[in-house]
């Protein structure tokens, strides 16, 4: 009888403290209280999230560049301002475009942005094996040193508490670079952030790390409907081609733009808003939460 009572008591005080799913058990996604957890803002991959990503816990966004993992992040951020809550995106590389943020509903004035210097611009000081030479000093790569102050400043934004949703972008970043980090790294972060009422999600090309509650999202392109035959059936291709509208064999007008192509040849800007060769693609999410795996389709284009 005494035993019971003090399992009682000690269960009573562990959920008292957010900690009841953290260190007794593991709930299946279903379980988990609306409460905690904060929905992406895409109907499909909350609903094979549970509901939303895991509060208290650590999880990731994984994709290759032009899987949508940029646009799921900022549309869980911009769900989570809409709410109300503070949120922070911690950006080692200075990445983050403040308008593209605000055209996808983020409120600046709830968003801390934690900006790295950015390193140097040349290719060779971004290249992870790359190491300059200090003679008598201790060799470290620019990249190297953004991730290392990427990670003092979560840790930092995290002990201060009041935030709903957290964002590390460890996009292109090395993966040989990632891996040589500690493996207490991520446990350490777990520790920091379990029982709260914060989602942590980390931005990389591949899967890097979550805790046993959190979740795993892996991105990529794939064509949704029927390709155009008078453009590429490359996810890659279509997305670099609308980074690229011009078009040439028009006429010279004084209403439009004249300029030059990236292959050097003369044409005329016919961007608009939401670019043509965008439709037809759709963004494949395959989510990992628990024990239950799921797929979805997610459509980013509005």
Same mark, same amino acid.
Do not use: N, Y
């Given at each position: 009888?005494?035993?019971?009572?003090?399992?009682?008591?000690?269960? #009573?005080?562990?959920?008292?403290?957010?900690?009841?799913?953290?260190?007794? &058990?593991?709930?299946?996604?279903?379980?988990?209280?609306?409460?905690?957890?904060?929905?992406?803002?895409?109907?499909?991959?909350?609903?094979?999230?549970?509901?939303?990503?895991?509060?208290?816990?650590? $999880?990731?966004?994984?994709?290759?560049?032009?899987?949508?993992?940029?646009? +799921?992040?900022?549309?869980?951020?911009?769900?989570?301002?809409?709410?109300?809550?503070?949120?922070?995106?911690?950006?080692?590389?200075?990445?983050?475009?403040?308008?593209?943020?605000?055209?996808? !509903?983020?409120?600046?004035?709830?968003?801390?942005?934690?900006?790295?210097?950015?390193?140097?611009?040349?290719?060779?000081?971004?290249?992870?094996?790359?190491?300059?030479?200090?003679?008598?000093?201790?060799?470290?790569?620019?990249?190297?040193?953004?991730?290392?102050?990427?990670?003092?400043?979560?840790?930092?934004?995290?002990?201060?508490?009041?935030?709903?949703?957290?964002?590390?972008?460890?996009?292109?970043?090395?993966?040989?670079?990632?891996?040589?980090?500690?493996? #207490? &790294?991520?446990?350490?972060?777990?520790?920091?952030?379990?029982?709260?009422?914060?989602?942590?999600?980390?931005?990389?090309?591949?899967?890097?790390?979550?805790? $046993?509650? !959190?979740?795993?999202?892996?991105?990529?392109?794939?064509?949704?409907?029927?390709?155009?035959?008078?453009?590429?059936?490359?996810?890659?291709?279509?997305?670099?081609? $609308?980074?690229?509208?011009?078009?040439?064999?028009?006429?010279?007008?004084?209403?439009?733009?004249?300029?030059?192509?990236?292959?050097?040849?003369?044409?005329?800007?016919?961007?608009?808003?939401?670019?043509?060769?965008?439709?037809?693609?759709?963004?494949?999410?395959?989510?990992?939460?628990?024990?239950?795996? $799921?797929?979805? +389709?997610?459509?980013?284009?509005?």
């Amino acid at each position: 009888m005494a035993a019971s009572t003090a399992r009682a008591a000690l269960e #009573t005080l562990l959920r008292s403290r957010k900690l009841d799913t953290t260190l007794t &058990t593991a709930l299946p996604a279903a379980l988990v209280p609306a409460d905690r957890l904060a929905p992406t803002g895409q109907a499909g991959l909350d609903r094979a999230l549970g509901g939303g990503v895991p509060r208290g816990q650590v $999880s990731e966004l994984v994709g290759r560049r032009s899987s949508g993992r940029t646009a +799921t992040a900022m549309a869980l951020l911009a769900d989570a301002t809409a709410r109300g809550e503070l949120v922070a995106f911690i950006d080692p590389l200075d990445r983050l475009d403040p308008a593209s943020a605000e055209a996808a !509903g983020v409120r600046l004035d709830h968003l801390l942005w934690v900006r790295g210097d950015g390193g140097s611009d040349t290719q060779l000081s971004l290249d992870a094996a790359w190491e300059p030479s200090r003679p008598g000093g201790r060799r470290e790569t620019p990249m190297r040193r953004a991730v290392g102050r990427g990670l003092k400043a979560l840790a930092l934004v995290l002990s201060s508490g009041g935030f709903g949703v957290v964002v590390l972008d460890l996009a292109d970043v090395s993966e040989r670079l990632l891996a040589a980090l500690p493996f #207490t &790294t991520w446990r350490r972060l777990q520790r920091m952030v379990a029982g709260s009422d914060t989602a942590v999600v980390l931005l990389a090309d591949a899967p890097l790390a979550r805790s $046993s509650g !959190g979740a795993s999202v892996r991105m990529g392109g794939r064509q949704r409907s029927q390709p155009d035959r008078t453009a590429s059936t490359s996810f890659r291709d279509r997305v670099l081609a $609308s980074r690229r509208p011009f078009v040439g064999g028009l006429p010279l007008t004084p209403a439009l733009d004249r300029s030059r192509g990236p292959d050097g040849i003369a044409g005329v800007w016919a961007g608009d808003p939401v670019a043509r060769r965008f439709r037809g693609l759709a963004v494949e999410a395959h989510v990992q939460a628990g024990l239950r795996t $799921s797929d979805c +389709t997610l459509d980013l284009l509005r």
